[in-house]
């Protein structure tokens, strides 16, 4: 069906399947269903609670909160009643929330609990706007503020208002939205500045749904597991809104920590995920071969290179040799559908998004029976421009475009698009939104790539990010960065070089796995403080960068490099909610260690 709204496609989806199961969350041991009609029950009346509280269609509301089925379901009610969500990260300090409730004009923000709260509490007098908090988890520390209110509470303030005043939901309000209507505020951390509200209408979003979903054929009624933060627009499309259009379950995992758990007790057939969590799972099944028998250590690199020239063969829609089909077959029974059975079992595909996926992990996870399907995209563009599919992969590329989608190279190397999928603008900031968009509507993405014969995208680096050394070379940092993170003894690493007469490198280590090494070398285990001057350190990761930037010419090859104490982190301000590094403030962070490599 071709739906216009977002509030079209959630009734229609949820009253054909009204008597099926649609959320899942987990309580103590026990997975809890929704029904598509308690679902809908639950939004109607949240909807209407919004409504008795005097808010008007095109108000704001934000949601502060970790993924859950509240967060989905308080979404859907916003949106029903015509207003707008403003998406708010859970990590965010005070003054970050503060600006972005103020900016956004919110009047009701969904708190999750007493901890974020208080964040609010603290700063409700300097949000002009802000007239009501919810309680998600129920807690009762707002009772006696009469501002506050608990979940449940609204939902019967809100179902005794629509009785009261005989109210339809669905007929006066969500059928009366607009295509061009404003569906979400989703304000961009970024790496510099102050955060941006990026606005997206009802038509940004469907038109990127009804187009994602021709990437793989028959995708219906699948199971999602959920846990990326829906803050984000990378879960909130393909984790929130697509499984709901493609009529799918979704599980939400308690925390990051449990997905593993979660998905061997739920059996999802696509998960969404950031390159980081694919990163970690390499180095865990790596670990765990590290102290397996010799013998099986060989049968897993059988069944990797068997895996490998598989799906090689596959993707270059190439015939498979009997013999290899043969292989393939035992090394599936032997090796694959092992660790497949770790992940549930029923896993078609992941998605991979927010960051760059290595090369050397895709790969990885390809030979041995996984598919990642890495695509491209912002929150500007609602967010998918490119995907690789199940059918047409290409390593260390995100893809090809979507059908409505325009892309096009600019001389130097940007990446530009068009296409019903970008945003409307910056909200409160035409500055900004004039920047990204030239005369002819091409949307600059600040993103630097190429295009090969076959229309796959390679993203090569960041516009801003593109260092030029006193000698007037340019260098991007990314590949460097990229290069150096496949190392297992490298957890991160910050290129620097701007203006300076060499590159040099601000590298976290991988603190576990140099400790391992320092033991098979008879060595004591060092805490991280100790680790980062330490001979033996030193020594391995000489080695292990030398080898490395025998990849890369001697100009834009590491020189010189500092180890840290401790990883880049959020509260540091170092690290944006997606993970994403903060260039300038880690450089400010350590400006007097970078000036010790330059002496």
């Known amino acids: 069906m071709n739906y216009k709204t977002i509030p079209e496609m959630f009734f229609s989806v949820i009253e054909e399947q009204k008597n099926k199961n649609i959320l899942n969350y987990k309580n103590n041991d026990d997975w809890i269903p929704i029904t598509g009609s308690e679902v809908k029950d639950i939004v109607v009346n949240l909807s209407g609670s919004l409504l008795y509280l005097d808010l008007l269609p095109k108000d704001k509301v934000s949601i502060l909160s970790s993924t859950s089925h509240k967060w989905a379901l308080a ?25 972005i409730l103020n900016d956004s004009e919110s009047k009701l923000i969904f708190v999750e609990n007493k901890d974020q709260f208080e964040k609010i509490n603290k700063i409700y007098n300097k949000c002009e706007s802000l007239k009501y908090i919810v309680l998600l988890d129920d807690d009762s520390i707002g009772d006696s503020i009469d501002y506050c209110y608990k979940f449940s509470d609204l939902l019967i303030l809100g179902k005794n208002h629509i009785k009261k005043n005989n109210i339809s939901i669905i007929e006066d309000y969500s059928m009366k939205i607009s295509e061009n209507d404003l569906v979400t505020l989703i ?22 749904l009804t187009e994602v979903v021709k990437l793989q054929d028959n995708l219906y009624k699948e199971k999602f597991l959920s846990f990326l933060p829906l803050s984000h627009v990378l879960e909130r499309m393909a984790g929130h809104f ?38 970690k799972m390499y180095d865990k099944i790596m670990a765990g071969l590290k102290d397996a028998p010799t013998i099986r250590q060989k049968l897993f690199s ?19 040799p009997f013999l290899l089909k043969l292989k393939h077959k035992i090394a599936d029974k032997l090796i694959y559908s092992k660790v497949r059975a770790k992940l549930g079992g029923k ?23 996984i598919t990642i399907l890495e695509g491209y995209g912002l929150t500007e563009t609602s967010p998918v421009l490119t995907s ?21 190279i600019a001389e130097d190397g940007e990446i530009l698009a068009k296409g019903p999928n970008v945003m409307l603008g910056y909200y409160n900031n035409k500055e900004a939104t004039d920047e990204v968009f030239d005369n002819d509507g091409w949307f600059h993405t600040g993103d630097i790539g190429k295009i090969d014969d076959d229309g796959f995208l390679k993203i090569t680096d960041r516009k801003k990010s593109l260092l030029v050394t006193s000698a007037g070379k340019n260098i991007a940092p990314a590949p460097l960065e990229v290069a ?18 060499f590159i040099s490198a601000l590298i976290v280590p991988n603190y576990d796995n140099i400790n391992d090494f320092l033991f098979s ?16 350190v030193l020594k391995l990761l000489d080695a292990e960068i030398k080898s490395i930037m025998d990849k890369f010419s001697s100009y834009e090859s590491v020189k010189k490099y500092k180890l840290l104490p401790n990883e880049f982190s959020i509260e540091k301000g170092e690290m944006t909610p997606k993970m994403s590094i903060v260039r300038k403030k880690v450089i400010a962070n350590y400006e007097n260690l970078i000036e010790t490599i330059y002496k």
């Open 302 to 320: 059988w069944g990797l290179k068997i895996g490998k020239d598989y799906t090689n063969l596959t993707h270059a829609n190439q015939s498979i």
């Open 388 to 408: 690789n599919t199940p059918e047409k992969i290409r390593f260390g590329t995100v893809g090809v475009k979507l059908d409505n989608v325009e892309l096009k």
């Open 347 to 369: 896993i078609k595909f992941f998605i991979s998004g927010g960051a760059p996926l290595p090369q050397k992990i895709a790969e990885f996870f390809s030979g041995i029976g």
């Open 484 to 501: 150096l993170n496949q190392s297992k003894y490298i957890q991160q690493t910050l290129i620097i070089g701007d203006k300076r007469n």
């Open 242 to 279: 697509f499984p709901m259009f493609i009529k799918s379950k979704i599980y939400y995992a308690e925390n990051i920590e449990t997905v593993g758990v979660n998905m061997s007790e739920v059996s999802p057939s696509i998960v969404v995920c950031v390159p980081r969590f694919f990163e």
């Open 75 to 99: 979404d859907y009610s916003i949106l029903s009643a015509g207003m707008t969500t403003t998406t708010v990260y859970p990590t965010l300090i005070e003054e970050q929330v503060e600006f």
């Open 521 to 536: 070398i008879n060595k004591e285990k060092l805490s991280n403080e100790a680790m980062v001057d330490h001979p033996d």
């Open 187 to 208: 304000y961009t951390s970024g790496t510099t500045g102050m955060p941006k509200g990026v606005m997206l209408s009802h038509k940004n979003l469907i038109s990127n």
